[in-house]
């Protein structure tokens, strides 16, 4: 099942994607930055927070 027809199944108020590097490559967005992204996720806000694992780096602020 996709990603957001599983959200819009499920209904949560808020999607977050942990990882800009991540989110950039599953989305097919290179140069997202972290916060709110502009289009919801199947009826979701959608978040791209950074991965606290990883040290930030200077491209990830873009």
């Known amino acids: 099942m996709a990603l957001a027809a599983r959200v819009a ?7 977050a994607v942990l990882g800009i590097s991540a989110y950039r ?5 290179p140069k997202a930055v972290a916060g709110r992204q502009p289009k919801d996720l199947g009826g979701a ?8 694992e990883r040290p930030e780096r200077p491209r990830d602020r873009r």
Do not use: I, K
Not at 9 to 15: E, S
Not at 45 to 52: D, G, H, S, T
């Open 9 to 15: 199944r499920l209904a949560p108020r808020v999607v």
């Open 25 to 29: 490559t599953a989305f097919g967005r």
């Open 45 to 52: 806000e959608l978040w791209v927070v950074p991965n606290p």
